[in-house]
C-alpha cells in the first residue's frame, strides 16, 4: 500500500540521536491538521496519540477508511471545537503511517534502514 499519497510530511533535518544509539537526520515525520490557525497564532493544540494511534485524530483515515481514533472528542462543535482551535497530531518516529520508521527506506543506499 503507498500510504505516501494520504500523508502530510515535514522533513526535520537536524539530527537526531536515539535512545539505541543511532543518529538520523533528513527523515520525515508525518502529520495531520485540522481547524484553522487564528491571525494572532494562539489557537493551537498539540494532540499526542498512544504509540498504537496514528495522526489520524478525527474523520476518516485516508488510509484505513476508518474513524478517527478521538473523533467523539474533536471537530466542530464537540470537546476541542475546530471551529475554535487549529489542531495538529504528528506521527510518532517508529509509527507506520508515514514517519521515519523500521522499513523507511534510505535514499542512496539498496537497503532500509532499521532500528533495533
Known amino acids: 500500500m503507498n500510504i505516501k499519497e494520504n500523508i ?8 537526531l540521536k ?3 544509539g543511532k543518529t538520523i537526520n533528513n527523515f520525515p515525520l ?11 497564532k494562539d ?4 494532540v499526542f496519540h498512544a504509540l498504537t494511534g ?5 474523520g476518516i483515515n485516508p488510509v484505513t ?7 467523539y472528542a474533536v471537530g466542530p462543535n464537540k470537546s476541542i471545537d475546530t471551529n475554535k482551535y487549529f489542531v495538529i497530531c504528528a ?3 517508529g509509527g507506520c503511517m508515514g514517519s521515519f520508521g523500521r522499513c523507511w527506506w534510505i535514499a542512496g543506499r539498496n537497503a532500509s534502514f532499521a532500528i533495533y
Request: glycine content about 4%; some cysteine; aromatic content about 12%.
Open 8 to 15: 502530510k510530511t515535514l522533513v526535520i533535518k537536524k539530527p
Open 30 to 40: 508525518a502529520y495531520e491538521t485540522y481547524g484553522s490557525l487564528n491571525k494572532n
Open 43 to 46: 489557537n493551537a493544540i498539540l
Open 91 to 93: 506521527n510518532v518516529i
Open 65 to 71: 477508511k476508518k474513524d478517527g481514533w478521538w473523533s
Open 54 to 58: 496514528d495522526q489520524f485524530v478525527t
Open 18 to 20: 536515539l535512545d539505541c
